[in-house]
């Protein structure tokens, strides 16, 4: 059974950072694609960025030069450090997986495993 975790979200000021984090366990998988997407109140869930077993990243055009992902397979786990946040980042941040490499596009469809969320507040 699949289990996605996340922690690390928070409230922090515009311009500030915070770095999330995914612990995944039983993603029995050596080719995989993992990600972040975000739900801001009232819209759509939307991709952040994604990482395959590979290495290749994809991100959104609104976090390029912002926001990074990486992960740590020995610790079976997945990052996102984010910096200058701006108040339109507020959103329920979810970490997300599946069993075959990235496509290079941020579709939810496309993954099957979802972690419960952590939030995510930039004030002004």
């Known amino acids: 059974q699949v289990q996605l975790v996340e922690s690390g979200g928070g409230s922090v000021q515009a311009g500030g950072s915070l770095r999330l984090s995914c612990a995944a366990s039983g993603l029995m998988s050596s080719t995989y694609c993992m990600g972040w997407f975000r739900q801001p109140p009232g819209k759509e869930r939307e991709g952040v960025t994604i990482?395959?077993?590979?290495?290749?990243?994809t991100y959104a055009d609104s976090v390029k030069g912002r926001f990074t992902i990486s992960q740590d397979k020995a610790k079976n786990s997945l990052y996102l450090q984010m910096n200058s946040l701006a108040p339109e980042d507020t959103a329920m941040y979810y970490c997300?997986?599946?069993?075959?490499?990235?496509?290079?596009?941020?579709?939810?469809?496309?993954?099957?495993?979802w972690g419960q969320g952590t939030q995510v507040t930039v004030s002004s």
């Open positions: 990482i395959g077993s590979n290495g290749i990243t």
């Open positions: 997300a997986a599946r069993t075959f490499l990235c496509s290079g596009t941020l579709t939810r469809a496309e993954f099957r495993y």
